[in-house]
Structure formats: structure tokens, C-alpha cells
């Protein structure tokens, strides 16, 4: 076995952190549901767990407290709703009940197995009284069935033969974590969800249907149990959960096992959310579960094939980016009802919110790998378009659409605007993501149907918002990626992403135009020449600030104005600085949170020269915290591109590594997607030097000195091809598809069938 592929930790550790943690590392998801890594026996009570299985896209209202009400402040918000519980499932063993808190556990250990899909929770436990068993649990979240979910659960008595009690529960009573101490999570306890039916069906499943309490959504959950050993069987239906015992005889060394199977259907993809769920049940348990493992296995083959990246020479390395793209397919929606959270599915961090993560830091890896997948993420902004144009309104825009800065259902969740809706640049990334994505497929049908409208809808916002004075183009009172400086003018980021943007739109347009495709579009949206004039001039005039003296672009037309942060008073890199300081007081200094320059140098690289993007990264290294975990994996790829090599693997490194190593202390609350995408934007923009221009497909390649090789697969306009980067040379294999034209240190080439390219320093 390859050990990339195992994600392992030994020991059994029951401090409060490393539980919390162990919760999110270890999670069940695929893009559909997720399930937190719960010890299906509990914890004793008191003891801290979040206990969660969430449905990507599913959501309630909660109310978004406005201190002072004002016109336009977003009074509701949507919450990733934890829609019940079937994980729980507790033995007993000769009246002891096998229970991790008590007795003494031998061995330990938990698996995430990311070739077969599975995770595994094995121990050997002595009860107080001296029997040991031994407990083997699998679990999986199916890529091939979306709504099941599935616990093996295997027990061995080692030395006695006796009865065993197995209680398995289902529960619809169930509510979401909150800690009024942090903002990154719910501040207090809400009931989302009432069980509206539970029952025993005649085929002996447990079926519990919910509402939730105010967006009027429904979901309904099956649970069915299959036994190895004969048993005896009875169950106990209450208010809000469903029990269920199972009594079986256990042999000295048999092993034994209880299969729990979930079936979970909202109504947002089923009409009938319990007539679905039942009959998806019976066809899972037409199946024996191997046949779902295999599915599995065959899916995930499918998936490396096309995303696995290699490195040898760095073993650890490897195995955290193993990791990070499986958490990425795990955490993607599947459908356009859905998309990617901050936090995937693994937790409540950020209450399951959709954020421009998505854009410039997911769908480049599902673009390059899993195009299908990059192309759902898009059209979830598509299907979410009128909510962007009702926002708009709200903002005060005559026409076009603004995207919310986090959501769910498509309305503004963020009830901060200045490090919230004030983030327009939300516009310009989601317009650049499409373009990019058109750029590397070649999919004219999404632009058609899709992204066109996206486009022209977003840059009539920029147009509307923006004000031609002494000659510019200029963009006021808006924030940039970096949420320690908000509400400034002319954020160099943003102009440039609108300016991108707005050019787009007038480009697509006018190709359009000459197709003759226009006309669904014009029906729609009822553009005009006139406009597309006004997005032309817009862009060709917007203002990119440069300062001379220093040679770098200010982030701001204030930012180089501001006192300087004394980072001596406060160790860098000791959680993030918001936590001690008012944000107010942060507006105020050239202190920033993340990358917001540094990322505009990385996308359009070609807006300045060289010499100033070198400036801008030291400059802006020197006054970043890296609070975000979006920023390192950016400074990093920077780095690769002005040659920092030593540098550019530190950030890789850390970044790579965060989750698993809980650098930000914080992964308790969920994974972090973007910085994992970030991370594969680490080596394919980073060191393979990868950029998509509409000119072509660019290459600077280079190989960090601490490793011998790197392989990669990568879609280009449908053609696969596999890259091999040695220290010496780097080689392009076209695997299937028509031959690819590239671009490597600027010479062009096309791969017919091979090519290898000496590496060259610069
Ligand atoms: C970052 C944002 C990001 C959000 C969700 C915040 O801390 O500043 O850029 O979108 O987290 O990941």
C-alpha cells in the first residue's frame, strides 16, 4: 500500500483539543453530507464534542442581531443546520458498557484510508472488570450513492464468550454548536429543526423527518442495521429519536459485526424527501456492502488518476497533500444547489458559508483536475444570480448584480459590512474563476448559457459603482481581500479584477455578438452596445495605483499614509491579532491580515513589472500577519515566481501542513478549504509556474532542492497531460487528447507525444 494514501494517528488521547481536533481530521463526507468523526459510544457528559452530520446547502434562518438598524443590513441569516445524529450506536458487553472513559485502552488508533474511502476507528479496550474486546469501525460517505452513509462496526471479544447489547440511534434532536466567545462560529444556541414524523417502517427502518423552523426546508433520514450473527431485535420510537436494540450472542475471538446504514434526502434536491430516502434505503441493501466499497475505491482510482500528485524525495509532504485534495473532494458539492463552505463539511466554523475561497482558491485545482466539478461550482453562482441581483438593489445599484460575501441560499450572510459586504471584489473573482475555467476547458457552452451573463451582470456593477474623475476610472469605499484595512478607495486588487472583468465582459459580448448568439441573452438582460462602450472605457481607464518612490503598488490610496504597527509589542504569529485588538484600531496601520497585493501580482501577473511586484512582496511581507490562513499559500507562489526559493518552500511547507499539524489551533471548528487549494496552487502555480493567459498555457518550472521528483496530471482544452519535474529537466506527457500548445520560460512549444525542457533559473 501506497502510505500516502493512510492518514493515521496512534495512541488514544482524550484531552478536550485533541478530541475536537481528531473529530474534524477524521470526518466522513462527499460533497453531499458530512459527518464530524464522533466517537459513536459519546463522550462522558460535560466533555466538549461537536456532535454533527450536515447536509451540503441545507440551511435555516437564524436571526442576525442589528444593534442599530439600518437601512439594507442583512436582518437574517442562513446556518448550515446539523440535521441529526445516526452515528450513535453503543455496546455493552456482558452488562459492561464499552465505553473509552472508562476501563483501559489498550491500542488505538484512527485511519482515514483515502484510496478505498474509509475511515477507521480500531481499539482493544479491557472493561473494568477485565473483559477485553476488540472494536474495529468503518465508516464512509458514498461518492457513488451521495445520500448514503454507512458504520461497520466490528467486535471481537478477546477473552470471553457472553451476550452483547448494541443500541443504535437515531435522533432528530439534535442542535449546532455555538460559543459566544468566538465570532468564526454561532454565538448561541438555536433550534433549527422539528421532527415532524418518525416511525418504524414496515421494512424495519427507522425514518425520521424534520422541517426546519423558519426556511422552510424538510429532510428526512432512514437508518437500517444489518447483523453478521443471529439477533434479537426491538425498538423504542420517542418525541424526537428512535431507538433501536439489538441483542446477539459474542464467541471468544469471533469477531462479529452490526452494519448501521443512513439514507439522507432534503428537499431541496427531492420532492419526496421520505419516498426517496426509503427507496434509496431498499436499493442500498440490495447491494452487499462490498459492492459499495468497490464503487468507492473504483470512484476515488478515478479521481487520483486525474488529481494525484507525487512528490518523492518528501514523504510527509506527500501524505499532507494527499490529504488536502482528498478533503477537497470530499468537502465539494456535487450539484448546483451547493458549493464548497470555509469549512467544507467538516464543521460548523463559519456556519457552512459559501466565500470567494470558492473562486481563487478551489476551482483552480477542480478545474485543472475535475473540470465537472469546477463547472458546478460555477454554475451554483449562476443558479444564485437573481439573489446577486436582489442585492444589488439593496446596495443601491441600478442594474447588475452583486454577489453576497457569504452565504448560502444566495443572500448576504455577513453581518459586518465593512469586512463583510463591502467586499465587492467578490464580483471581480468569480468573473475571473469563470474566465479562468473557460480559459483551461474550453467549455464555450458554460460561457454561453452561464458565464456571459455572470460576466455582464457583475461588470454592470462596476460600472454603476465607479466614478470617472480627473481621468481614471476609480472605485471608492470598498474592501479588499485584506480585512484589516476596510472601506478604502481604489484597492488595488479590486481594480484590477474589476478591470478584468469589465474587459471580459465586453470581450465575451462582442464574440457573442459575432456568432450570432446573442439573442437569448439580449432577452435577458436586455444589454446594449452603448454599455458594453462604457465597460470598454471603464476598464481601459481604471486606476492602478503605483507608487514611484517605493516601486511597488499600494494597496489603497491611503495604505502608504498610515502609521506603521509595532510588531514588536505583539509576537507575530500568536493567533490572530483581531482577538486582542479592536478591528478599528487595525484600520488605522499598514498592518495587514493576508495577501491582497501579493494575490493581484499572482493572478495578473503582466499588470507591472517585475522589479515591482519583488518591492511590493517585501515590502508587503514585512507588514502581514498571515491571520488568514488564505495568505500564506499566495506569499508563497509569489516567492516561487521572484525566485525566493528558500522562502517559497517555508510557506509551502506551513501550508501544506496546516490542518494536520492544527497550525492555526483552530481546525477543531472545521478544515480549511482554501487554504488547501491554496496548497496545490503552491506547486502548480508555485513551482511548476503554471499561468493561464488567453494567449496560452505558461510554464516556469523549478524543483524545490528538497525533493527528487514531482508528478502531476493536469486538463488542458480536454487533453490530459502528465508533468514530471526532476531537478534537471521537466517533462510533459500527453496521455489522451489532441496535442497541447505551451508555453515553457516563455519559448512555445506543443506536446504531441513528449517533451522535455532543461530547467533554467532566472
Ligand atoms: C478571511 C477571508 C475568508 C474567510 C473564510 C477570513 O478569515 O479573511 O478572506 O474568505 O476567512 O475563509
Given at each position: 500500500?501506497?502510505?500516502?494514501?493512510?492518514?493515521?494517528?496512534?495512541?488514544?488521547?482524550?484531552?478536550?483539543?485533541?478530541?475536537?481536533?481528531?473529530?474534524?481530521?477524521?470526518?466522513?463526507?462527499?460533497?453531499?453530507?458530512?459527518?464530524?468523526?464522533?466517537?459513536?459510544?459519546?463522550?462522558?457528559?460535560?466533555?466538549?464534542?461537536?456532535?454533527?452530520?450536515?447536509?451540503?446547502?441545507?440551511?435555516?434562518?437564524?436571526?442576525?442581531?442589528?444593534?442599530?438598524?439600518?437601512?439594507?443590513?442583512?436582518?437574517?441569516?442562513?446556518?448550515?443546520?446539523?440535521?441529526?445524529?445516526?452515528?450513535?450506536?453503543?455496546?455493552?458487553?456482558?452488562?459492561?458498557?464499552?465505553?473509552?472513559?472508562?476501563?483501559?485502552?489498550?491500542?488505538?488508533?484512527?485511519?482515514?484510508?483515502?484510496?478505498?474511502?474509509?475511515?477507521?476507528?480500531?481499539?482493544?479496550?479491557?472493561?473494568?472488570?477485565?473483559?477485553?474486546?476488540?472494536?474495529?469501525?468503518?465508516?464512509?460517505?458514498?461518492?457513488?450513492?451521495?445520500?448514503?452513509?454507512?458504520?461497520?462496526?466490528?467486535?471481537?471479544?478477546?477473552?470471553?464468550?457472553?451476550?452483547?447489547w448494541m443500541e443504535s440511534v437515531h435522533s432528530g434532536d439534535v442542535s449546532n454548536y455555538f460559543n459566544p466567545k468566538d465570532s468564526r462560529v454561532a454565538g448561541e444556541k438555536i433550534t433549527h429543526l422539528r421532527v415532524a414524523e418518525r416511525e418504524m417502517t414496515e421494512d424495519g427502518f427507522s425514518l425520521i423527518r424534520s422541517k426546519t423552523l423558519k426556511s422552510g426546508l424538510e429532510i428526512a433520514s432512514v437508518t437500517a442495521h444489518l447483523l453478521s450473527e443471529?439477533?434479537?431485535?426491538?425498538?423504542?420510537?420517542?418525541?424526537?429519536?428512535?431507538?433501536?436494540?439489538?441483542?446477539?450472542?459474542?464467541?471468544?475471538?469471533?469477531?462479529?459485526?452490526?452494519?448501521?446504514?443512513?439514507?439522507?434526502?432534503?428537499?431541496?434536491?427531492?420532492?419526496?424527501?421520505?419516498?426517496?430516502?426509503?427507496?434509496?434505503?431498499?436499493k442500498s441493501l440490495g447491494r452487499p456492502l462490498?459492492?459499495?466499497?468497490?464503487?468507492?475505491?473504483?470512484?476515488?482510482?478515478?479521481?487520483?488518476?486525474?488529481?494525484?500528485?507525487?512528490?518523492?524525495?518528501?514523504?510527509?509532504?506527500?501524505?499532507?497533500?494527499?490529504?488536502?485534495?482528498?478533503?477537497?473532494?470530499?468537502?465539494?458539492?456535487?450539484?448546483?444547489?451547493?458549493?464548497?463552505?470555509?469549512?467544507?463539511?467538516?464543521?460548523?466554523?463559519?456556519?457552512?458559508?459559501?466565500?470567494?475561497?470558492?473562486?481563487?482558491?478551489?476551482?483552480?485545482?477542480?478545474?485543472?483536475?475535475?473540470?465537472?466539478?469546477?463547472?458546478?461550482?460555477?454554475?451554483?453562482?449562476?443558479?444564485?444570480?437573481d439573489r446577486a441581483r436582489a442585492n444589488a438593489r439593496v446596495m443601491g445599484y441600478l442594474k447588475g448584480a452583486l454577489y453576497p460575501w457569504r452565504t448560502i441560499n444566495g443572500d448576504e450572510c455577513s453581518g459586518y459590512y465593512p469586512s463583510g459586504s463591502a467586499q465587492y471584489h467578490i464580483n471581480g473573482d468569480i468573473s475571473y474563476a469563470a474566465v479562468q475555467y473557460?480559459?483551461?476547458?474550453?467549455?464555450?457552452?458554460?460561457?454561453?448559457?452561464?458565464?456571459?451573463?455572470?460576466?455582464?451582470?457583475?461588470?454592470?456593477?462596476?460600472?454603476?459603482?465607479?466614478?470617472?474623475?480627473?481621468?481614471?476610472f476609480q472605485l471608492h469605499d470598498l474592501t479588499g481581500p485584506d480585512e484589516y484595512s476596510c472601506v478604502v478607495n481604489n484597492n488595488y486588487y479590486t481594480n484590477l479584477t474589476a478591470k478584468h472583468n469589465l474587459e471580459w465582459a465586453a470581450k465575451i459580448y462582442r464574440r457573442l455578438k459575432a456568432q450570432g448568439q446573442l439573442e437569448d441573452l439580449e432577452r435577458r438582460i436586455g444589454i446594449e452596445e452603448e454599455e458594453i462602450l462604457g465597460f470598454e472605457e471603464a476598464a481601459e481607464k481604471m486606476l492602478l495605483l503605483y507608487d514611484e518612490v517605493l516601486d511597488i503598488n499600494p494597496q489603497d490610496d491611503s495604505f502608504l499614509s498610515k502609521k506603521e504597527w509595532d510588531f514588536s509589542q505583539e509576537a507575530k504569529g500568536n493567533g490572530p491579532i483581531m482577538q486582542w485588538n479592536h478591528l478599528y484600531r487595525l484600520y488605522r496601520y499598514q498592518v495587514c491580515k493576508q495577501a491582497d497585493t501579493v494575490l493581484a501580482h499572482m493572478i495578473f501577473e503582466d499588470a507591472q513589472k517585475v522589479s515591482t511586484m519583488k518591492n511590493s512582496f517585501d515590502y508587503y511581507e514585512k507588514r502581514t500577519t498571515h491571520d488568514s490562513s488564505l495568505s500564506r499559500c499566495i506569499f508563497g507562489i509569489m516567492a516561487s515566481k521572484l525566485g525566493e526559493k528558500k522562502k517559497a518552500y517555508e510557506y509551502f511547507d506551513f501550508s501544506s501542513k496546516l490542518d494536520i499539524l492544527n497550525s492555526q489551533h483552530n481546525t477543531k471548528d472545521g478544515i480549511h478549504t482554501a487554504n488547501m487549494g491554496g496548497t496545490y496552487m503552491g506547486i502548480v502555480y508555485g513551482f511548476l509556474g503554471f499561468r493561464v493567459k488567453e494567449t496560452g498555457f505558461y510554464f516556469m518550472p523549478s524543483l524545490p532542492?528538497?525533493?527528487?521528483?514531482?508528478?502531476?496530471?493536469?486538463?488542458?482544452?480536454?487533453?490530459?497531460?502528465?508533468?514530471?519535474?526532476?531537478?534537471?529537466?521537466?517533462?510533459?506527457?500527453?496521455?489522451?487528447?489532441?496535442?497541447?500548445?505551451?508555453?515553457?520560460?516563455?519559448?512555445?512549444?506543443?506536446?504531441?507525444?513528449?517533451?522535455?525542457?532543461?530547467?533554467?533559473?532566472?
Open positions: 500500500m501506497n502510505r500516502a494514501f493512510v492518514f493515521q494517528k496512534d495512541g488514544y488521547t482524550r484531552t478536550e483539543g485533541e478530541l475536537l481536533l481528531n473529530e474534524t481530521l477524521f470526518h466522513n463526507a462527499n460533497g453531499y453530507f458530512g459527518v464530524r468523526g464522533n466517537f459513536e459510544e459519546g463522550y462522558p457528559p460535560g466533555q466538549a464534542t461537536v456532535r454533527g452530520q450536515y447536509v451540503n446547502g441545507f440551511y435555516n434562518f437564524s436571526e442576525m442581531k442589528q444593534p442599530e438598524k439600518h437601512y439594507g443590513f442583512p436582518e437574517q441569516k442562513q446556518t448550515m443546520v446539523n440535521s441529526f445524529d445516526t452515528q450513535t450506536m453503543v455496546l455493552t458487553v456482558e452488562g459492561e458498557r464499552v465505553d473509552l472513559f472508562q476501563g483501559e485502552v489498550l491500542e488505538f488508533s484512527r485511519v482515514l484510508d483515502m484510496k478505498k474511502g474509509i475511515t477507521i476507528r480500531r481499539f482493544v479496550w479491557e472493561s473494568p472488570k477485565g473483559r477485553q474486546v476488540e472494536v474495529c469501525i468503518t465508516r464512509m460517505a458514498s461518492f457513488e450513492m451521495l445520500p448514503l452513509f454507512t458504520i461497520e462496526y466490528q467486535v471481537t471479544p478477546l477473552n470471553f464468550s457472553g451476550k452483547a443471529e439477533y434479537t431485535a426491538k425498538s423504542q420510537v420517542g418525541e424526537k429519536e428512535i431507538v433501536q436494540f439489538f441483542e446477539f450472542p459474542l464467541r471468544e475471538k469471533v469477531p462479529v459485526t452490526v452494519t448501521k446504514y443512513t439514507v439522507t434526502c432534503d428537499s431541496i434536491r427531492y420532492l419526496d424527501v421520505k419516498g426517496t430516502a426509503a427507496d434509496l434505503m431498499r462490498d459492492y459499495w466499497y468497490q464503487c468507492q475505491e473504483d470512484y476515488l482510482d478515478k479521481f487520483w488518476e486525474n488529481a494525484e500528485i507525487e512528490i518523492i524525495g518528501d514523504e510527509e509532504l506527500n501524505l499532507s497533500l494527499h490529504y488536502n485534495l482528498y478533503q477537497l473532494l470530499q468537502s465539494v458539492g456535487k450539484d448546483e444547489y451547493c458549493n464548497i463552505g470555509a469549512k467544507g463539511l467538516s464543521g460548523e466554523g463559519y456556519e457552512g458559508h459559501y466565500f470567494w475561497d470558492t473562486e481563487m482558491y478551489i476551482v483552480p485545482f477542480f478545474s485543472l483536475a475535475w473540470p465537472e466539478t469546477a463547472k458546478n461550482l460555477l454554475s451554483y453562482r449562476y443558479q444564485i444570480l473557460y480559459l483551461i476547458t474550453g467549455d464555450w457552452d458554460f460561457m454561453v448559457s452561464k458565464g456571459a451573463e455572470i460576466l455582464l451582470e457583475t461588470a454592470r456593477m462596476w460600472y454603476d459603482l465607479g466614478n470617472f474623475y480627473q481621468g481614471s532542492e528538497q525533493w527528487e521528483r514531482c508528478r502531476l496530471r493536469l486538463q488542458l482544452l480536454g487533453s490530459r497531460l502528465e508533468i514530471t519535474v526532476t531537478g534537471t529537466e521537466c517533462m510533459f506527457r500527453l496521455i489522451e487528447g489532441t496535442p497541447v500548445r505551451l508555453f515553457v520560460y516563455g519559448r512555445e512549444y506543443e506536446v504531441e507525444k513528449e517533451l522535455t525542457v532543461p530547467l533554467e533559473e532566472w
